[in-house]
């Protein structure tokens, strides 16, 4: 324990502590020794060799505790991870699935037109719309080669968007004579 003055004082030398600031008046560089005594010299060189593993990486000169990280070396200019020959090459990816091609779809459309099955017609029978109809609604939106034989087309009674309905009356069967509505959509708006 010393007094506290605002002098540094030359009998201050006490307790055995190495690395209090003692100015020496025969040291040049009172400040520089500081840390260090001026007359231990392997501590210093000590210090010396703390800093110089400090600059290679290897170890804090503050925390000689502390390790940096092993990848420590991949960041540092001279790795040979970062020269440009080891580097990742690019690459180019190309898309997973190639776009559905069109001809696919004409083809559907061709094999429909020139095809053994058209689907429209085995979906309507031709002639049918008398047999086992009855008063139901007949949904077959197909002109019938028979329609002719079968109705006889009264007046109009009303207009949609895409034609226009009008009364019609069977001709023959067991539905001669009752009237049904016929809606008839042109060619050119199917
Ligand atoms: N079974 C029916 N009995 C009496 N009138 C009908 C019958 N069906 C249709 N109509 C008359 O005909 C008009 C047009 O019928 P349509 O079914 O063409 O109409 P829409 O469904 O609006 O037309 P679109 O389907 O072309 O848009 C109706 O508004 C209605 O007055």
Not at 7 to 34: F, L, M, Q, W
Not at 174 to 180: A, C, I, N, P
Request: charged fraction near 25%; proline fraction near 10%.
């Amino acid at each position: 324990m010393g007094i506290c003055t605002s002098k540094p004082s030359t009998e201050s030398n006490v307790s055995g502590n190495d690395e209090i600031a003692i100015p020496d008046k025969d040291n040049a560089n009172p400040v520089k020794d500081v840390a260090k005594p001026a007359d231990n010299g392997e501590a210093l060189e000590s210090q010396q060799k703390k800093f110089a593993e400090a600059e290679a990486g290897k170890r804090s000169p503050f925390f000689p505790f502390y390790s940096p990280s092993p990848a420590h070396y991949l960041f540092s200019k001279k790795s040979p991870a970062r020269s440009p020959a080891n580097a990742t090459p690019r690459r180019f990816f190309k898309r997973p699935f190639p776009p559905p091609s069109p001809a696919k779809h004409i083809r559907a459309v061709l094999a429909r037109r020139h095809g053994s099955v058209k689907p429209n017609e085995a979906a309507i029978p031709e002639g049918n719309e008398t047999e086992g109809g009855g008063a139901g609604l007949d949904k077959s939106f197909w002109f019938s080669k028979h329609f002719g034989n079968n109705y006889e087309i009264g007046e109009e009674i009303g207009r949609g968007h895409f034609g226009y309905t009008c009364k019609a009356k069977f001709k023959k069967g067991e539905l001669k004579g009752q009237e049904v509505a016929v809606k008839v959509i042109p060619k050119a708006k199917v």
